[in-house]
């Protein structure tokens, strides 16, 4: 597409790379590839959450948001900073912004492995965010086995790749094989 954008964001010696992509349809669809927010400027200079922030899109309750935040893996690189820029549970408890605070971005929709099941043990070691991002994972897939059917914004998940254990079986509209094209975003 014409004048869509992508933004590489620097990566330095405490985070790992973050993408931003801005297609140039007709809702501007945004798309975060990971999640790589410290709290000190790569190379002394980028303040990678304000270069962010000056790249989302607000909506109409003046929430910035992504329509789709995808996971890559969930070492601490690629998950740094989504507790504390990201709204992570239900849309109606987004939270009012604190003075001198950054309101929190809203995620319409979450893609992931099908791994974040797997839990945390000693030879899998799982950081903070990674823990968050799970939880956070599994509370809008069970919101789409309760009923069966596409939730809201901010309730959304999507699964890429079939779980070995059966646990992505019943969730068809949700869950996509790792070859799969896709041609939707947040639905």
Same mark, same amino acid.
């Given at each position: 597409?014409? %004048?869509?954008?992508?933004?590489?964001?620097?990566? =330095?010696? +405490? $985070?790992?790379?973050?993408? &931003?992509?801005? &297609?140039?349809?007709?809702? +501007?669809?945004?798309?975060?590839? !990971?999640?790589?927010? =410290?709290? !000190?400027? @790569? *190379?002394?200079?980028?303040?990678?959450?304000?270069?962010?922030?000056?790249?989302?899109?607000?909506?109409?309750?003046?929430?910035?948001?992504?329509?789709?935040?995808?996971?890559?893996?969930?070492?601490?690189?690629?998950?740094?900073?989504i507790q504390t820029?990201?709204?992570?549970?239900?849309?109606?408890?987004?939270?009012?912004?604190?003075k001198n605070e950054? +309101?929190?971005?809203? @995620?319409?929709?979450?893609?992931?492995?099908?791994?974040?099941?797997?839990?945390?043990?000693?030879?899998?070691? &799982?950081?903070?965010?990674?823990? *968050?991002? %799970?939880?956070?994972? +599994?509370?809008?897939?069970?919101?789409?086995?309760?009923?069966?059917?596409?939730?809201?914004? =901010?309730?959304?998940?999507? @699964?890429?790749?079939?779980?070995?254990?059966?646990?992505?079986?019943?969730?068809?509209?949700? $869950?996509?094989?790792?070859?799969?094209?896709?041609?939707?975003?947040?639905?």
């Amino acid at each position: 597409m014409a %004048n869509s954008r992508v933004t590489f964001f620097p990566v =330095g010696e +405490k $985070n790992g790379g973050m993408i &931003l992509i801005r &297609l140039n349809d007709k809702d +501007k669809t945004t798309i975060l590839i !990971d999640s790589s927010i =410290g709290a !000190d400027k @790569i *190379a002394g200079y980028c303040d990678v959450n304000q270069e962010l922030r000056s790249r989302l899109p607000v909506d109409s309750e003046d929430r910035p948001y992504v329509d789709a935040f995808i996971l890559t893996h969930r070492d601490q690189d690629h998950l740094q900073g989504i507790q504390t820029h990201f709204h992570l549970g239900s849309p109606e408890n987004y939270p009012e912004q604190k003075k001198n605070e950054d +309101k929190k971005i809203f @995620i319409r929709e979450l893609w992931s492995s099908h791994n974040f099941w797997e839990p945390a043990s000693t030879e899998y070691v &799982l950081c903070d965010d990674a823990k *968050a991002f %799970n939880k956070e994972m +599994k509370r809008r897939v069970s919101l789409f086995e309760v009923n069966l059917t596409i939730q809201a914004e =901010g309730n959304r998940a999507i @699964i890429v790749g079939k779980d070995p254990d059966g646990k992505t079986d019943r969730l068809g509209d949700i $869950n996509f094989n790792v070859s799969d094209t896709f041609t939707l975003i947040n639905n």
